[in-house]
């Protein structure tokens, strides 16, 4: 096994601790840690619930963040998109590519390689990549509005690597009115 130093700058305040990269503010936790309150969560309230909240959150903060990185970079379109799945997948969640993105059209394919949450649970044959659903929708919404485009989509989870047969999560964004 081979590591390297991510390309995103961690700066700590001394003054109040605060962890930010890319102008935002961070938390650092173990994977278990993490893992185990999600999995905490879908327990009390059933992991079809916990989808659905989870969903509109995420879209949400990827919009936002998506927003806030193509203002500080400088940059737009499908830049951003792949700015986005690479700071993800920097980020220990996993490994995200893009397979297809049209953000006119408003549709893409990621396919997620290495799932923090798939090595937690293991092979349940279930998905349990659904956190990250939300995520995609809010970043082709943001983006595709700045270039004026009128789609707005939806993203659903189509194979996860906890299930059996399936060696990575694939999640397919498409316009709402399909």
């Known amino acids: ?35 185990n309150n999600h999995m905490g969560i879908e327990e009390e309230i059933g992991a079809e619930r ?8 995420g879209y949400k903060s990827a919009y936002y963040w998506c927003e806030k990185e193509a203002e500080a970079h400088g940059i ?7 700015h986005y799945m690479k700071r993800l997948s920097q980020r220990g969640w996993g490994f995200f590519i893009t397979e297809e993105l049209d ?4 549709t893409a394919r990621v396919r997620l390689e290495n799932s923090a949450f798939v090595y937690q649970y293991g092979k ?24 004026g485009y009128p789609v707005r989509t939806k993203a659903v989870q189509t194979q996860s690597a906890a299930e059996e047969g399936c060696d990575f999560g694939i999640f397919e964004v498409s316009p709402v009115n399909q």
């Open 1 to 35: 096994m081979s590591y390297h130093a991510p390309e995103m700058p961690i700066q700590v305040d001394d003054e109040t601790g605060v962890w930010t990269t890319d102008a935002l503010p961070m938390l650092y936790v173990p994977r278990h840690f993490f893992v």
């Open 124 to 147: 349940v044959n279930r998905k349990v990549d659904y956190m990250f659903t939300g995520w995609f929708a809010g970043a082709m919404d943001q983006i595709a509005e700045s270039l």
């Open 50 to 57: 916990y989808a659905e909240i989870l969903y509109k959150a």
């Open 76 to 82: 737009s379109g499908a830049d951003v998109f792949e």
């Open 103 to 106: 953000l006119e059209k408003g």
